[in-house]
């Protein structure tokens, strides 16, 4: 038995899970999320801020914290860079910095990796079906799209058009601006042509979100209808369209401080949510997808997964 810690360095939230692994499964002993933000301020000049550095350093001294807790020591720890940091011009100094003061090492993941991972976390995390599912990760700077089912992987890719990003171009105003929903899907329209073009090939019967934004529309619902959070330990769920459609058209309508009062809302996803749930809209018509499932794992729990092999 031996344990191992796993670092996803999101361009919004930093996450971590340390993890038990034994004869081929991993149990998970901590689970936890952080804001660092790291491509605030610089993700659309294609580097990390001074202060997005700095804020980065800081959760992840944080994590050292708890990875100390549980006797991890710096070799035991995958910190996995995704979108923000692959893509920064400066991210060798990015990487040195971390290394220094803090003891661990950056991995940068390529995209076609990173959706290799979240496939791997997803399935891992709920049983996939007969028919074609359209796995959806939104990240900040990156979304990841796999078309799959419970026998294969047919296709997968990275999107550098993130949360991050789309709020940089298109959502300069709260609440965001009809004109600026109707330009961001024309945006994606012509982003995701390699896409539609999957789609229609494979032909998915709905759609699965992996963890962030989809984890906070599940949130909400559940608030909405229990008003009580969903079971901490559930590894997936259930979004009803319905429940997407109300809070989606909430999102738009609704400047931050009235989204922060929504019950379910964490306060660092209440700005990236409208962009998101408008990528969530756009993927619902565009191929008339009518069921959305929402698995809690994703590419950090295929890291596990792929470890424990």
Request: with cysteine; charged share 25%.
């Amino acid at each position: 038995m031996k344990r191992q810690a796993i670092i996803d360095l999101g361009t919004n939230t930093f996450q971590l899970i340390v993890a038990e692994i034994h004869e081929g499964n991993f149990k998970i002993l901590h689970d936890s999320s952080l804001p660092a933000k790291i491509g605030e301020g610089g993700i659309s000049e294609g580097r990390i801020s001074e202060a997005g550095m700095e804020r980065a350093i800081g959760v992840l001294k944080q994590f050292r914290q708890l990875t100390d807790e549980y006797t991890i020591s710096p070799d035991q720890i995958t910190a996995l860079g995704t979108s923000a940091v692959r893509n920064a011009s400066n991210q060798e100094e990015f990487c040195q910095r971390v290394l220094t003061e803090t003891g661990i090492t950056v991995t940068i993941v390529k995209g076609e990796d990173e959706a290799g991972l979240i496939y791997e976390g997803v399935k891992t995390g709920l049983k996939l079906k007969k028919e074609t599912s359209l796995i959806v990760d939104i990240g900040g700077g990156s979304v990841e799209f796999i078309l799959c089912n419970e026998d294969k992987l047919f296709w997968k890719q990275s999107f550098e058009i993130g949360g991050q990003r789309l709020m940089d171009r298109f959502n300069q105003t709260d609440p965001i601006l009809p004109d600026s929903v109707s330009k961001l899907n024309e945006y994606l329209e012509q982003q995701l042509v390699p896409l539609t073009n999957a789609v229609h090939q494979y032909e998915a019967h709905e759609l699965i979100g992996s963890a962030g934004s989809f984890e906070t529309l599940l949130d909400i619902d559940s608030m909405r209808k229990t008003g009580q959070l969903p079971d901490p330990d559930l590894a997936s769920g259930e979004l009803p369209l319905a429940s997407f459609i109300e809070s989606y058209e909430k999102f738009l309508t609704s400047n931050r401080e009235e989204r922060l009062a929504i019950p379910g809302m964490k306060a660092y996803r209440a700005d990236m949510i409208v962009v998101a749930s408008c990528l969530i809209a756009f993927l619902l018509r565009k191929y008339k997808l009518q069921q959305i499932r929402v698995s809690m794992f994703a590419m950090k729990e295929g890291m596990l997964a792929q470890m424990s092999k």
